[in-house]
């Protein structure tokens, strides 16, 4: 008698995390952030999009000691490591805080608005915080 291997793949979700608030001052980064790595650990497909204040948390040269708080972009920089390649800076948002995208730390795209509503509506999930 032999045996059946079960050989088959865990199926994949599309998921989308929004971050919209800024690095410091509250806990909603940090949340957003972990959430994505959970979900990437677990080898699902994430999509991470910055808006609004949420721009702010891709600044280079950032160091929360000052407020005795972890530096949020230390933790951004190794999302590759974590299978999260999909990093994208909402365009409208950069503009309106006068930000250029070489501000941002490496690895980071730019997004068009109707692109992320595409992305939203193409994912399985979307944490928007």
Known sequence: MTEKTNT???????IT???RSA???S????????????YAVFEQDVNYVFL???????LKGQDGAAIQNKTLGNALE??????????YADQQS???????IADLLPGMQSIE???VSKLIESSDTVFNL
Not at 52 to 58: A, R
Request: with cysteine.
């Open 94 to 100: 950069l503009k309106q805080r006068s930000i250029d």
């Open 113 to 115: 608005s109707d692109a």
């Open 52 to 58: 609004d204040d949420g721009i702010y948390q891709l």
């Open 17 to 19: 995390f929004i971050s």
């Open 78 to 87: 190794t999302l590759a490591l974590y299978g999260i390649e999909n990093v």
């Open 27 to 38: 806990n909603r980064a940090n949340l957003c952030l972990d959430m994505a790595l959970a």
């Open 23 to 25: 690095p410091y001052g």
């Open 8 to 14: 088959t793949k865990p199926i994949k979700s599309r």
